[in-house]
């Protein structure tokens, strides 16, 4: 059993085929419910007019001007609160995965709970700890507890790096890698702006990556959600939709301390 919902495990089984890597042992296993976001960047050449050209130019007043696509302003929490994000991500085939976040600082904690219709629609939750220096602590999906630290590898080490970024900054880092669309569009009933990043088969990073849109609230600045496509052969898309339920910045209360510190989930 794997935390990753059934598009991510069939996009790295596609990955695999093409770029086998040794299966990791279970024993340490780091849980990665959402797998690395793809990168994209849009290049732009300035091809500089002849003399000709630029005598045919009409005047500024007889052109049309076309706005630049929007940067959006992201929602910045106080560094003093708890922030707390509950996010809620479908694929097409009834898939489910639910994930609570609570951060603050370096520190974080993160617990996810899924179904799959294909193992039964059983419900899996799994619980995990990062401490200001890196270390997690988690509870898997079987119960088993495991003390995961960066030194151990490098997987460990970037995921312990994404984590105690937290879900805002690390959603903000990959829709900034996508390119902006400037036509007004909605989003979980909100007004929004899109960042697109478009599908690689491989060739411009490690392994294939989906098709993703990141949706930014237009007047808070607060992420909306995501979508994701990633498109196997000519007949067989595979989809997802992440819906972003909840934001709240809550007072570094001993309740709320507790919160971010110790586990929902108890050992087996």
């Known amino acids: 059993m794997t935390v990753l919902p059934d598009l991510e495990r069939q996009v790295r089984r596609s990955a695999h085929a093409t770029h086998p890597a040794p299966r990791p ?14 990168l994209a960047a849009a290049s732009y050449a300035l091809l500089a007019p002849s003399h000709d050209a630029q005598r045919s130019v009409p005047p500024a007043d007889e052109r049309e001007v076309t706005a630049p ?14 922030v707390y994000v509950r996010s809620r991500t479908r694929d ?36 995990r ?3 200001a220096d890196g270390v997690m602590r988690q509870i898997n999906e079987e119960g088993e507890y495991r003390v995961i630290r960066p030194s151990q590898s490098e997987d460990a080490a970037n995921v312990s790096a994404q984590r105690q970024a937290g879900f805002l900054a690390d959603f903000r880092a990959n829709a900034e890698k996508g390119t902006p669309d400037p036509t007004p569009t909605v989003f979980a009933d909100r007004p929004a702006l899109r960042y697109h990043v478009r599908q690689d088969d491989g060739t411009r990073t490690a392994i294939p990556t989906p098709e ?6 237009r007047d808070t600045g ?11 052969n000519p007949d067989q898309v595979l ?4 819906t972003v339920e909840a934001i709240e910045e809550l007072d570094p209360t001993p ?9 929902v989930l108890e050992r087996r």
């Open 69 to 82: 696509p929007p940067r959006g302003v992201f929602f910045t929490p106080d560094p003093d609160k708890i």
């Open 25 to 38: 042992q279970r024993r340490g296993r780091v849980i990665v419910p959402v797998a690395a976001l793809a």
């Open 222 to 232: 607060r992420p909306l959600g995501m979508t994701s496509r990633f498109r196997l």
């Open 239 to 242: 989809s997802s939709t992440q």
């Open 255 to 263: 309740q709320n301390l507790a919160k971010l510190r110790e586990f």
């Open 129 to 131: 700890l990062v401490s």
């Open 92 to 127: 097409a085939n009834g898939g489910t995965i639910l994930v609570e976040e609570w951060h603050r600082g370096r520190e974080d904690h993160r617990v996810e709970r899924w179904r799959n219709p294909s193992e039964g629609d059983r419900l899996w939750e799994a619980d």
């Open 212 to 217: 993703r849109s990141y949706y930014v609230d």
